[in-house]
């Protein structure tokens, strides 16, 4: 037996309950307005160029719809795989359920499929693969190819070829972030389009690696120092891994939420007063990523714990425009004094748990704010309300109206009782 195989049987026979499938419509609806919103964006007109909803292939559109879900950093997170599962599994899910017309219900039940092999395949890289590697990318083909091993009925020894094909196509490094370039939405469109060529050709039975995660020249191998195979397979009667993902209610890197969320706490108690000296401390890995003093362009400012934090206390919010040059001109006296360091109490919980300590000092005054869990995330969820006002502000940059959008977000909650066609995704698309 191989982990692949047993990652397989897993999957298909975890209990599947109404409420999940809620919770797996409520990701979709979340994904959906990420990607939509992006449309007139740099990076998704390029895109646009290649690939998009109407193109007549499902890989293609999974393409089109994943680079798309991740441009604007307000897609999903699960913590401990270090994962944005839906950019991925969504988009590859939605395009084989058009194309097959398969019912809402099972378009859902392939997304739960899809997040448990991303982020439990996410579970297993070890701390360091993240250092080069974007989890997202290289773990998300999994989910992808999972997603659409369910829509595509395929047999288990062809669920296990789709995977095994999936993570051989496996990429995607960090370096963009030291340019600013746009790679890390290729990195989505890719994961998706790959999960789905890795499936049909499974299908035709074209074969896979079964020991493509555990083998000596497999995965873990080639792309993880300090893996961890068994939690591959841990907690198999646990909740699904859906479950536990965040919601990201801010607009930029993961990573610099709980700091969001601490420097907010700042702001109502400082009650106007200014910092002489601000002090943020979390884990390496998010300075790793989101150490950057003084960015000059948006993306650069999504990814700064400095410039997030600075403009959360001074303007006690974090919006779209907060990461524009007239928000990092107004926040650069404030980053200027925030400095960075490593909690060793943060650093052992992550990636189980992504904490912050913000402190500002007023004179000979410090406060600080500590947060162990941010806003979005399970312990602290976006009711259905909240993701619903989300959605709406995001769909309306793609001009829908309020009604429009609640209409979708409703059309796409009731999935879950629908054993006709899934028709959502042709006509919103196409729309916007």
Same mark, same amino acid.
Do not use: M
């Given at each position: 037996m191989t982990l692949t195989r047993d990652l397989v049987r897993l999957i298909r026979t975890k209990p599947v309950a109404d409420a999940d499938l809620e919770r797996a419509a409520g990701f979709v609806v979340d994904t959906l307005a990420c990607a939509l919103a992006a449309r007139d964006t740099a990076p998704a007109k390029a895109i646009a160029t290649l690939s998009s909803?109407?193109?007549?292939?499902s890989g293609r559109r999974a393409f089109y719809f994943g680079g798309l879900a991740h441009i604007l950093e307000l897609d999903d997170l699960h913590r401990t795989s270090v994962t944005h599962p839906g950019t991925v599994v969504v988009p590859a899910a939605a395009a084989l359920a058009e194309t097959l017309q *398969?019912?809402?219900r099972d378009f859902l039940i392939s997304v739960l499929h899809g997040?448990?092999?991303?982020?439990? @395949?996410?579970?297993?890289? =070890?701390?360091?693969?993240y250092r080069v590697w974007h989890n997202t990318a290289t773990c998300g083909t999994f989910g992808a190819a999972m997603a659409a091993a369910h829509l595509l009925d395929l047999s288990e020894d062809q669920a296990v070829w789709a995977l095994g094909n999936a993570g051989t196509q496996s990429g995607g490094v960090w370096e963009f972030l030291s340019a600013g370039a746009m790679s890390k939405h290729l990195h989505t469109a890719r994961a998706a389009e790959s999960g789905v060529i890795a499936a049909l050709l499974a299908r035709e039975g074209f074969t896979g690696a079964d020991t493509i995660l555990e083998g000596e020249k497999g995965f873990f191998a080639a792309l993880c120092p300090?893996?961890?195979?068994?939690? @591959? &397979?841990?907690?198999?009667? $646990?909740?699904?891994? &859906?479950?536990?993902?965040?919601?990201?209610?801010?607009?930029?890197c993961r990573h610099t939420h709980p700091a969001i969320d601490a420097a907010l706490g700042l702001n109502s108690r400082l009650d106007g007063a200014t910092p002489d000296e601000i002090r @943020?401390?979390?884990?390496?890995?998010?300075?790793? @990523?989101?150490?950057?003093?003084?960015p000059t362009e948006p993306y650069g400012a999504k990814f700064?714990?400095?410039?997030?934090?600075a403009e959360a206390?001074?303007?006690?919010?974090?919006?779209?425009?907060?990461?524009? =040059?007239?928000?990092?001109?107004? *926040?650069?006296?404030?980053?200027?004094?925030?400095?960075?360091?490593v909690d060793p109490a943060i650093e052992a919980a992550y990636p189980r748990a992504w904490g912050a300590s913000v402190k500002a000092r007023v004179?000979?005054?410090?406060?600080?704010?500590?947060? *162990?869990?941010?806003?979005?995330?399970?312990?602290?969820? &976006?009711?259905?309300?909240?993701?619903?006002?989300?959605?709406?502000? &995001?769909?309306?940059?793609?001009?829908?109206?309020? $009604?429009?959008?609640? =209409?979708?977000i409703d059309e796409i909650y009731a999935l879950a009782d629908r054993k006709a066609p899934v028709a959502t995704f042709q006509s919103v698309f196409l729309r916007a």
């Open positions: 909803w109407s193109t007549p292939d *398969a019912s809402g997040y448990e092999a991303c982020c439990r @395949v996410g579970n297993a890289v =070890g701390k360091a693969h300090d893996p961890l195979p068994h939690a @591959v &397979l841990a907690d198999a009667d $646990g909740p699904w891994e &859906l479950v536990q993902t965040s919601i990201k209610p801010w607009p930029c @943020v401390e979390t884990y390496r890995a998010a300075l790793d @990523v989101c150490d950057r003093p003084d700064s714990l400095q410039h997030c934090v206390i001074r303007a006690g919010a974090v919006t779209t425009s907060s990461f524009d =040059g007239d928000h990092r001109a107004a *926040a650069r006296d404030l980053r200027a004094i925030t400095s960075l360091g004179g000979d005054i410090w406060l600080e704010e500590r947060r *162990a869990a941010c806003k979005g995330d399970p312990e602290n969820p &976006l009711d259905r309300e909240e993701l619903t006002v989300k959605a709406i502000e &995001l769909l309306g940059l793609a001009d829908f109206d309020s $009604g429009a959008a609640r =209409g979708l």
